[in-house]
């Protein structure tokens, strides 16, 4: 297949690029190089070294004879050339990774939030918006969140993306209807994701466009099949503290001798899945299109749920790391239940790495290599919900006042 991979050069649009390459896709990258640019803007830099992206790809060419092409496209500001581009590659299908997808940066200032909305509801929009234009039948996948859904405490296990509902009629019937499970978002990283299953929903009604919206939890690991083959194949690895997601920071402050940066309690539970698993998700998904006409495929894509607090105290005691409990920068529920629906993927063949010793220490084995381009300044998170710092968690578990940590 002829595949757009949008947002290619990202953590996870890298290595899915590099895996369905590997499988014998022709793999085109559209990408606007904004991660590096924010990069730039934080000050900080991805724990492993990356090359650019054109140097990437000639290794990838030199390693395996297989080219991966790289287009240098903003698809939010440049609808023009990406339409230019679709009608005149006109790939099977798309995968659209183009999207800021960090909660606390989307939450740093109004400018943050503003630029957020604005990329991210653009490019999904233009894309769909092209694709109408172009009557091209592009299957187009999406990678959205578990976040869509929200963190309280619910009761029952998590549908996948719809909810049956029962609605009384005048006549006292009741008639039962399958809904878009209700959003209920947690930043407003997490609200561009819910707009987007909103045009979704419409391009797909109106105009039998084929979309699948993937509603992914959190990503740990770094390494797939195809980044280890080459040091310059490396994935992006982020630790500060707006890009870094819980699990892999956890990692890379064992490595280097930092206390744990748990928010609140720990009580948050979370939806997570391995980058391997991710990536084969990917290709599961594009394997799997729905018919012209149906409704959006919605997958969950995760493998496991933990809570904040368990993997802190595991982590601790695989590597005599110290827990720091700090003052939550978030407005989020300080402890939650989650269980979620994954069967999608499962029946499709997905056989779930979930966290064993191994591969945590595969992770922190990373860290430690690379240990010496980490800027301890830039680890803790200090992109605040609310203005009112005191109305957030302010104790551990055994009701500890929390202190900060530098
Ligand atoms: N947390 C800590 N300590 C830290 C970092 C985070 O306790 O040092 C807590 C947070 O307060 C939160 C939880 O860990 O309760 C998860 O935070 P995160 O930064 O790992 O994940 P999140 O902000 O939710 O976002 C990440 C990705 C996003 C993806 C989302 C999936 O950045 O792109 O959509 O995970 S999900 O969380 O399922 O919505």
Redesign the pocket.
């Known amino acids: 297949m002829k595949i757009a991979v949008m947002g290619g050069d990202g953590f996870i649009g890298w290595p899915t690029s590099l895996h369905l390459s590997d499988t014998g896709h022709d793999i085109h990258i559209l990408d606007n190089l904004s991660r590096r640019w924010i990069d730039t803007e934080l000050g900080v830099q991805s724990l492993t070294p990356m090359d650019s992206i054109q140097e990437r790809t000639r290794i990838w060419h030199a390693e395996t004879g297989r080219r991966i092409h790289f287009n240098l496209i903003d698809l939010a500001k440049d609808y023009e050339l990406l339409k230019k581009w679709l009608a005149e590659n006109r790939p099977d299908a798309i995968v659209h990774f183009a999207e800021q997808?960090?909660?606390?940066y989307s939450m740093k200032s109004d400018r943050h939030k503003n630029y957020t909305v604005n990329n991210n509801v653009n490019a999904t929009h233009n894309l769909l918006n092209a694709l109408v234009e172009l009557q091209l039948d592009a299957h187009l996948i999406h990678l959205?969140?578990?976040?869509v859904y929200g963190?309280s405490t619910v009761g029952a296990a998590i549908p996948e993306g719809y909810l049956p509902v029962g609605i009384e009629t005048s006549s006292g019937e009741t008639v039962s209807q399958e809904i878009l499970y209700p959003s209920n978002p947690?930043?407003i990283?997490?609200v561009t994701?819910c707009l987007d299953q909103l045009l979704f929903h419409f391009y797909a009604k109106n105009d039998g466009l084929r979309i699948t919206d993937l509603h992914?939890?959190?990503?740990w690991g770094t390494h797939t099949e195809q980044t280890r083959r080459h040091p310059q194949l490396v994935n992006r690895f982020d630790y500060d503290?707006d890009?870094?997601?819980?699990?892999n920071?956890?990692l890379i402050q064992a490595a280097i001798g930092y206390p744990l940066?748990?928010?609140?309690t720990?009580g948050?539970t979370?939806?997570f899945i391995h980058i391997q698993d991710s990536v084969r998700c990917i290709e599961l998904a594009l394997n799997n299109p729905p018919a012209r006409g149906a409704r959006v495929e919605i997958f969950n894509q995760?493998t496991e749920t933990h809570r904040?607090r368990d993997l802190?105290e595991m982590i601790a005691k695989m590597s005599g790391a110290e827990i720091a409990w700090?003052p939550?920068?978030?407005k989020?529920a300080a402890e939650n239940e989650l269980i979620v629906k994954n069967e999608k993927f499962r029946n499709l063949g997905l056989d779930p790495i979930t966290l064993q010793a191994g591969l945590l220490s595969e992770i922190v084995d990373v860290a430690k290599k690379f240990a010496y381009r980490v800027d301890r300044s830039r680890v803790p998170?200090v992109s605040a919900w609310t203005k009112d710092i005191a109305a957030t968690i302010n104790h551990d578990p055994e009701g500890r006042r929390l202190k900060s940590v530098s």
């Open positions: 997808r960090a909660a606390p959205g969140t578990m976040g963190y947690g930043s990283y997490h994701k992914q939890g959190i990503v503290g890009y870094g997601t819980v699990l920071r956890f940066t748990v928010h609140g720990g948050q979370r939806a995760m904040v802190a700090l939550n920068p978030r989020e998170a």
